[in-house]
Each structure stands twice: as structure tokens, then as C-alpha cells.
């Protein structure tokens, strides 16, 4: 079965609603998720910003997989990055060729940005997600760091 694969516009809201849920199901972390959800103001005026991209997976008009990206100019060389900051399909889902359709996507949309590079942080122990970004692109070992933004 196909899935359609769409960027999320601002008059995308409720399908923005369904792929937040989706996470939070993926992720087994309702609450992050869902516990200070954003007002379709919000929602809009994000999905509205050039440094914002939001991919969603259809099944017919069911939300089963999404992609939140943002866009960094970088500031060495005229160019910029494309993060993936949360990727995720629905558990009834996976193994459909879902993910990597959607960041082929997303390929296609650096690309027109002229972007350079994509890229992704996977957790130890997420041995799925690490098998699927190593069979498209190089891995790279490095830490992450959480610094508070308060003193």
C-alpha cells in the first residue's frame, strides 16, 4: 500500500493535531505530546515559517507518520542545514517503507532550499531508527548536551 506523503501547510491544523497525538504515541510519551498542547494559532503561524517543515503520512485521510524539521542557516558559508528534530510512524505502521519515503521528501524539499546536508540524532539502543539513517547517509559518533537556558 502507498501512503500519500504531504508537507503541512498553515491551514493544516488538525492533521498537525493528528501528527502531535501520533508522536506521542510513537514516542510512548503522551504527555510531551499532548499535556501543554499548541493552540491552532500557533500551530498555524509555525507551519506558515520558512524555517519550519512538518512531512505527514497519510492512509487514506489518517495521520500514520510525521516528520518536524527546522532549517538552520548556517553561518561559516552561505548555505543551511535541515534538522530532523522528531521522526516518527504509527506502530500499526512500520516496515512499509514510510519513514524513508518521508525523508526522501524532505530530501527534495533541502534540496530546493538549497540546503546541504540533513541531519539526525538517534538514541542508543533505538537500534531501528540507527539502521535506518545509516542505510541513508554517514554516521557520525558525537555527545548531546542539554544546557538550561536559565542560570
Do not use: C
Amino acid at each position: 500500500m502507498t501512503h500519500a506523503i504531504r508537507q503541512l501547510s498553515p491551514e493544516d491544523g488538525a492533521q498537525m493535531d493528528a501528527m502531535l497525538t501520533m508522536f506521542g504515541e510513537a514516542f510512548e510519551d503522551p504527555d510531551s505530546y499532548n499535556s501543554a498542547r499548541p493552540s491552532r494559532a500557533y500551530l498555524s503561524r509555525l507551519l506558515g515559517r520558512e524555517h519550519f517543515i512538518a512531512l505527514a503520512a497519510f492512509d487514506g485521510e489518517e495521520v500514520v507518520g510525521g516528520i518536524a524539521a527546522y532549517v538552520l542557516d548556517k553561518f561559516e558559508q552561505e548555505r543551511s542545514e535541515v534538522y530532523i528534530y522528531d521522526l516518527a510512524v504509527a506502530a500499526t505502521h512500520r516496515r512499509r517503507g514510510i519513514a524513508t519515503a518521508m525523508i526522501r521528501e524532505l530530501q527534495r524539499i533541502a534540496a530546493e532550499r538549497g540546503a546541504w546536508v540533513i541531519f539526525v540524532q538517534a538514541d542508543h539502543g533505538d537500534d531501528p531508527a540507527i539502521a535506518l539513517y545509516a542505510s541513508l547517509g554517514r554516521r557520525e559518533d558525537v555527545l548531546h548536551f542539554d544546557i538550561p537556558a536559565a542560570l
